[in-house]
């Protein structure tokens, strides 16, 4: 009986961690310990460890098409009830695309300043060099052309993932627009993107099995070189994330409504906390619309509107680790990155956060969009996946506050927030 109940307790996040630790170790002692040859070279590394590994990457790969056209759809339905509440919409939807511009925009900021990347040399594993030379001779004007799709369907198929987005949206809003007359076809992206969902979940149950293969492999090539840059890596995004959540968003609090920033953290935290165990924005939906109504005045008529549709588009803490992984990932394998390749970065996690669904390390399957879009290598992802399970109840934590956040500047903009209900809690 007790034996079951560990088994209950032991969850996703504590299987990851702890084949983290045990591939880095597995991986060192065949670094250090085991002497080069046939059975550790061809067989363990570059056998069961490479085609596990890589078979869980790929398995990550699959999903990225189908759960981002399908969840970016479903959003952009939503989007389109906007009409409903005027410029509540307007103003909801800027806010959360300006928030997430932002949030990238510092994550590669601080990046870029603790160098994360640096003194990891992963360039002998490099798998995308031609690729790299193609992103990097694309101008400005072409990359922006690029964008809309002239054919939907060869992009779904090739995996343009811009193009894709763009086409995903257009769907929904029209969807939206059209109603009841197209009823059928919004209940079929629905159900197809719970398939999704289900998929997902799936799929992450093999990473503690896919961390380990990675891990170990990395680790038996390079050794402990890889320690620092991932404590570095972990330090930037946690200094990303608090800047995000305490000077733009509280910043952006005090500005617009006035109100005590630290009293809201207060009244607010039991919903962070309560995020950051879950680590899915979905579930804390119903608590956030509840105690934004009992702690923070806010009329549940803009908050049902606005917490959901957050926790479809506003994903900052998503792009917070994609902005700091892309720095990260770049300097491990000797990559410059450009100013197009950043602002590409930016563009491409801000609309890849719009896809991002609110359950736990999906944002690690929409990383390989970002990844792709400036042609850095996904071998990274397996280094820093460990790392980033442990993280991602961090930015769950950030991304419902940014929700609460925008809704109560919201309110307060419509009239519809209560002060004396926000003094008194």
Not at 85 to 108: D, E, H, N, W
Not at 116 to 125: K, R, V, Y
Not at 290 to 314: C, E, Q, R, W
Not at 357 to 369: C, E, F, N, Q, R
Request: proline letters at 3%; aromatic letters at 8%; a positive charge.
């Amino acid at each position: 009986m007790d034996k079951k109940e560990k088994k209950k307790k032991l969850g996703l996040t504590t299987k990851i961690f702890i084949s983290l630790i045990v591939g880095a170790i597995f991986g060192v002692v065949l670094c250090y310990l085991v002497p080069s040859g046939h059975i550790k070279d061809d067989i363990i590394v570059e056998g069961v460890l490479y085609v596990m590994g890589q078979g869980f990457i790929r398995l990550m790969k699959m999903l990225v098409v189908p759960l981002v056209f399908c969840s970016l759809v479903c959003g952009s339905m939503a989007i389109g009830d906007t009409k409903k509440l005027g410029t509540v919409g307007v103003r909801t939807l800027l806010f959360y695309l300006v928030t997430t511009a932002l949030a990238i925009t510092v994550a590669l900021s601080i990046g870029n300043l603790i160098n994360p990347g640096t003194g990891l040399d992963m360039s002998a594993i490099q798998s995308n060099a031609a690729k790299v030379e193609t992103m990097e001779a694309t101008s400005l004007s072409e990359t922006l052309l690029g964008i809309i799709p002239d054919n939907p369907l060869n992009s779904l198929s090739s995996g343009n993932m811009l193009q894709i987005i763009v086409f995903a949206l257009i769907v929904g809003v029209i969807l939206a627009k059209l109603g009841e007359r197209t009823e059928t076809v919004g209940n079929f992206f629905s159900q197809f993107n719970d398939i999704m969902m289900e998929m997902t979940m799936m799929v992450m149950s093999l990473a503690p099995i896919g961390v380990f293969c990675l891990i170990s492999r990395t680790f038996a090539n390079i050794g402990f070189s890889a320690f620092v840059p991932l404590a570095k890596y972990m330090v930037g995004v946690l200094i990303a994330l608090a800047i995000q959540c305490f000077v733009v968003y509280l910043g952006l609090l005090k500005i617009f409504t006035g109100l005590n920033p630290l009293k809201f953290i207060k009244n607010f935290f039991p919903v962070m906390a309560f995020a950051f165990s879950t680590a899915t924005s979905n579930a804390t939906i119903p608590l956030s619309i509840d105690t934004l109504a009992k702690k923070m005045g806010v009329s549940k008529k803009i908050s049902s509107f606005t917490i959901p549709l957050g926790a479809t588009i506003n994903m900052d803490g998503t792009a917070i680790m994609q902005g700091v992984a892309v720095v990260f990932a770049a300097q491990a394998f000797g990559i410059d990155l450009t100013m197009v390749d950043y602002l590409t970065v930016i563009g491409t996690a801000t609309l890849a956060s719009i896809g991002t669904a609110g359950v736990p390390s999906v944002g690690l399957v929409t990383l390989t969009m970002v990844f792709n879009s400036v042609g850095l290598p996904v071998e990274a992802i397996g280094l820093i996946m460990g790392i980033d399970r442990i993280l991602d109840m961090s930015r769950t934590a950030v991304n419902i506050t940014g929700d609460a956040v925008c809704t109560t500047i919201v309110a307060h903009q419509n009239k519809a927030l209560d002060k004396e209900v926000f003094q008194k809690a």
